[in-house]
């Protein structure tokens, strides 16, 4: 997959995309990352890419002319069809569906904005989708495109080393994921659930399972309502809810009988 980044700062998005996952997924050719700095393509001696608004207001708004410039080098690069993202707080929220839906495709231009924004006419013509990453602001699209970066580059296949790993994350199913533990088994913060150590993978899958429908239901309330559980899941879900409530035998969140950290509800 190649992705096209046109910002200010393409080395912020390139220094975010060095390390890990991503790191290891531009190494093993899965994803190549390139940047296009707007200014290389403004005119004037001082190379300005933004003036006052019309209108008056605060702040500057970026110029069309260095950004489609620098659209039509990154498109031109690459005879791939690509889709153009601006990300922008006034975009469709990002979530895993759609990051699974811009992983699949071979392209994608990523446009940052800075300052009060791009004038409107460049995202009118130029511009095929907007997305935010949250009901925030940010001073610059950048964080905001390496975030698109990191979601997708790390479900390109053979970017993990383990691909169930991403399969079994929290919203694939549109639940959270259960909880995790590694060594030691006994500690001073709290001891393994005794399940996971059982051996038993039915019983460690029904747990986990519980455990996810648990926790999405007590954070993400929003979640249970979307996702249509069968009928084994919502008697898990009830089962957790009891012995959440004492009422049955088995540890309901995470946290161990004795002495394990406080499971923290939202
Ligand atoms: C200071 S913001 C401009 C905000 C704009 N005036 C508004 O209120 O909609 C500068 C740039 O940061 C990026 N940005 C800010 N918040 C973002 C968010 N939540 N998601 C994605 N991009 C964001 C956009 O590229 C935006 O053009």
């Known amino acids: 997959m190649r992705i096209d980044v046109i910002s200010l700062f393409p080395e912020f998005i390139a220094q975010c995309a060095a390390f890990g996952v991503v790191g290891r997924a531009g190494e093993r050719g899965l994803l190549a990352l ?19 608004p019309f209108g008056g207001g605060p702040g500057m708004v970026m110029l069309i002319e260095p950004l489609r410039a620098s659209l039509k080098a990154a498109r031109e690069a690459d005879p791939r069809p690509a889709k153009v993202i601006y ?87 549109g639940l959270l994921d259960c909880p995790h533990y590694t060594r030691p088994v006994e500690h001073e913060l709290g001891d393994v659930p005794a399940v996971l150590m059982s051996g038993n ?3 460690i899958a029904r747990w986990r399972r519980m455990q996810s429908l648990g926790r999405t239901w007590q954070r993400r309330a929003d979640l249970i309502d979307e996702a249509s559980l069968s009928k084994a899941d919502r008697k898990l879900l009830d089962t957790y809810r009891a012995q959440l409530n004492g009422e049955g035998d088995e540890t309901p969140d995470a946290t161990p009988a004795q002495s394990g950290p406080k499971s923290r509800n939202c």
């Open 87 to 173: 990300l922008s707080p006034q975009g469709a929220p990002l979530t895993q569906a759609k990051v699974r839906e811009l992983a699949a495709r071979e392209r994608l231009i990523l446009l940052c904005g800075r300052y009060e924004g791009v004038d409107e006419r460049l995202i009118q013509a130029e511009v095929d989708e907007e997305i935010s990453i949250g009901d925030y602001v940010l001073s610059g699209g950048e964080l905001a495109a390496a975030v698109v970066v990191d979601a997708v580059a790390r479900l390109q296949d053979g970017a993990l080393n383990d691909a169930e790993s991403a399969v079994q994350d929290s919203f694939e199913d």
């Open 34 to 52: 390139h940047g296009w700095n707007p200014r290389d393509y403004a005119e004037g001696n001082y190379r300005r890419v933004d003036e006052r």
């Open 201 to 203: 993978h039915a019983e």
